[in-house]
């Protein structure tokens, strides 16, 4: 199995006739944890639809674990081993928690499965008849990943995991991030909070204006002080 888990690849994509990612380039290595930055609007949520294939690319290729899978739908990237958590989250607010994951439920190697995701995520363990639109957002974030987790991806992609939560939620989420890299997932996240990926991340890509510019040790590029000056919100 390739030692790259998501290779992006000269990757142009369009919503319409608007571009949004220019020729980009992206390497995830397999177990790492890498984070995407850059401003709103840098084109970070673009990268991960782009590599889910909820975007257009009309040019360039989508590899995951060596797998070209460009131009594919997205249920054919999930099953070539990519997980995807929106910003959005997308709970279905009209079943439950435990109906949530009977939805992403999907048999792979990963072996995750309700007990497993509830050991994760105990607070959900005792909403198994909650309604999904009755969860707080933090709660909803925690049932997405643990809906994704569900499918069993050998690469998840989490877009902004920490966008809008309170402090003790991101908390939990970043601990959740690293033991999710500890049981062998990789991992790629989209943030514009510097501190919370640089307390996950091993990783870093900084783009800007659909490119990526600099990648490196995520330590490195958390105390560029140009990079985070030009690039990146304080």
Same mark, same amino acid.
């Given at each position: ?29 397999? +177990?790492?944890?890498?984070? *995407?930055? !850059?401003?709103n609007?840098? $084109?970070?949520?673009?990268? &991960?639809?782009? =590599?889910?294939? %909820? ?8 590899q ?35 109906e ?25 363990? +005792?909403?198994?008849?909650? *309604?999904? !639109?009755?969860?707080?957002? $933090?709660?909803?974030?925690? &049932?997405?990943? =643990?809906?994704? %987790? ?10 902004e ?22 049981e ?51």
């Amino acid at each position: 199995m390739s030692e790259i888990a998501l290779r992006l690849s000269g990757i142009d994509a369009f919503y319409g006739a608007a571009q949004a990612l220019f020729g980009l380039e992206l390497d995830v290595p397999r +177990g790492s944890i890498t984070v *995407l930055l !850059g401003r709103n609007g840098a $084109g970070k949520s673009t990268t &991960l639809k782009a =590599a889910m294939g %909820l975007v257009a690319v009309r040019s360039g290729t989508v590899q995951v674990d060596g797998a070209d899978v460009t131009g594919a739908p997205p249920y054919r990237i999930s099953r070539a081993g990519l997980g995807y958590v929106p910003e959005t989250r997308r709970v279905f607010a009209d079943l439950t928690v435990d109906e949530n994951l009977m939805v992403g439920e999907r048999a792979g190697p990963g072996g995750w499965n309700r007990e497993r995701v509830f050991d994760l995520f105990p607070a959900l363990a +005792g909403m198994r008849d909650r *309604l999904g !639109g009755q969860l707080s957002g $933090g709660e909803q974030q925690m &049932l997405t990943i =643990a809906r994704t %987790l569900m499918g069993n991806p050998r690469t998840m992609l989490l877009d902004e995991p920490s966008e809008g939560l309170a402090p003790v939620v991101v908390e939990q989420i970043a601990a959740t991030v690293t033991t999710l890299a500890r049981e062998g997932l990789t991992v790629l996240l989209s943030e514009q909070n510097v501190r919370f990926a640089a307390h996950v991340a091993d990783r870093a890509a900084v783009i800007e204006r659909g490119r990526i510019l600099v990648e490196g040790p995520i330590a490195e590029i958390a105390a560029d002080d140009a990079v985070r000056d030009a690039y990146l919100t304080p």
